[in-house]
């Protein structure tokens, strides 16, 4: 138990240098930082920032520096606010959260009994429509949805604002949107995970000494369902996130992904680099925190 | 649509009775009404993008100033001329629609192209080196399943520069872990099939195993897999045109459009509405068609 521990956080490290790498590469790539960071500047006075800046050291040098950097917090100041890139995406992510955690509740309660009623009576017509949706909802791009029910609620029924984080009833269409972005997928685990246990034959047998249906269904099919459902979720956070980025562009949520979006079009790497390194670290986070779940919930690692 | 279960391999080498596999691979697919439909849709969206220069009735880039804002024809000011209606300098809509084909697939096929090379390769170097490069590889396929895709999309094609090929290869490049992770679970699988212990006993080299052995027996999980990721990467390309990090070029694509038409949205609903449609129609046609043969090429599923 305690090697298994030590063994995954040591991956964690080492996965966390991986992200680190990737990070540093966004502004590697993007030719001259310098050029950017003073635009109007006379070249002698760039070549200048370049050295003091250590443009001119060998990449791993750079590299090593700039994780330095990462452990203590610092990303380098925006080009554009001319602050500190790490407060900045920091002070956004509340909303972020909130906006996903807002989407997951309406998800989970949409896919679980949704995809539970869909495994039980497999090949019903239930089943088959909610088989449709996940379909429909998985082609469906996030933001142009977002833009289809602003139409249809903001504009043609005008009952909610068309954006805006300011009110609670603004924040009914983005968690809403990112909601038929994420329920799909959710939905598809939850189904294909009680089809995994459902005739497995414990549960017949648990069904054959007569116990309540629903009760079967939930003590005994759903628990065992979970564990999959669950590391799935987690490899899934990151596709969320990604759905997050976009419906704060569509309704102009100041959350972290607006946030990264703007910064990406100015160009502002800092803002650029912390953020993107942040939800990497969060997607990491929740994994690691899944897999650590899993080893608990599950006996047969737990024993070993 | 399968996320965690993918078609296994057959449990025969490649060649023994293909001709009546191939017949009832068929069968199955057309039984299902659902995957026809999508077939037919498919068919349309290539044919519009391979031959958009001759069936789009206008100029997808000729303005009009005082045709702009024209409704669909099926509304009250609606033109015969513009079917969808134009957009807000006057371009038609639907002959826009028609050349945006060649972008979403085009980069949908190419970035596939590129995410299938790099991940079976490293797929079949991971299952059959292991030892230190199979940790080396899942630690690459780990660091990359740690950012949200579209994001690390976004900077990197703005950090390189908006251009199609730009596009093409920093969606490939994001979107290979997969590939490796089900050619690695396969090839280990194989490893201790009887074929395979046939094949190394009488002298076959590694290369010889991997191609003639190995690779054939991946092809259904990765024709899939293939038709599921093109449908991604089409909804990925359309989120970083709406995101403003497009293809750079003047050139329509759908995603574009739904981005420029969403700030007329209240005037004039059409604009953002139709694009969108082609992109819904486009993937869930391929979802379809992809899920179906996934079913067709599984000997597990009844």
Known sequence: MLTLLIRRVVRLVVVLVGVSLVTFAILQVSGDPVALMMPEAPEADRAVLRQNMGFNDPLAVQFVRFVGNIARGDFGQSFFHRKPALPLVLERMPTTMLLTALAMGLSLGLALPVGILSAVRRNSLFDHAATFVVFLGTS???????IMLILLFAVQLRVLPVSGWESWAALILPAFTLATFSTPLLLRIVRS????????????????KGVSE????CRHALINAALPLVTVAGLQFGLLLGGAIVTETVFAVPGLGRLVV???????????????FVLALIVVL????????YVYLNPQIRVR | MAIGTLAPPLGVPAGAERTTERSRTWRKFARNPAAIAGALILFMVVGAAVFAPWIAPHEPARQSLIRRFTPPVWAEAGKTAHILGTDQVGRDILSRIIHGARISLMVGIAAVAVSMTVGVTLGLLSGFLQGRVDTVIMTVVDVTL????LLLALAFVAALGPSVTTIIVVLGLTGWERYTRVVRAEVLALREKDFMEAARAMGASSARMVLRHVLPNTFSSIIVMSTLQVAQAILQEAALSFLGVGTGSAYPTWGQMISLGRDFVSVAWWLPTFPGLAILLTVLAINLVGDRLRDALDPRVG
Do not use: C, K
């Not at chain 1, 469906?140 to 977002?146: A, D």
């Open chain 1, 140 to 146: 469906m791009p996030v933001f142009w949805t977002g």
């Open chain 1, 193 to 208: 995970s009680m089809l995994e246990v459902i005739n497995l034959d414990y549960v017949r047998t648990a069904r054959a």
């Open chain 1, 214 to 217: 629903w009760f079967v269904i």
């Open chain 1, 262 to 276: 703007g910064a990406i079009r100015q160009l502002d790497f800092p803002i650029v680099q912390a953020g993107v």
């Open chain 2, 146 to 149: 740690s950012f949200p895709p």
């Open chain 1, 286 to 293: 929740v994994n690691f925190a899944v897999d650590m779940l």
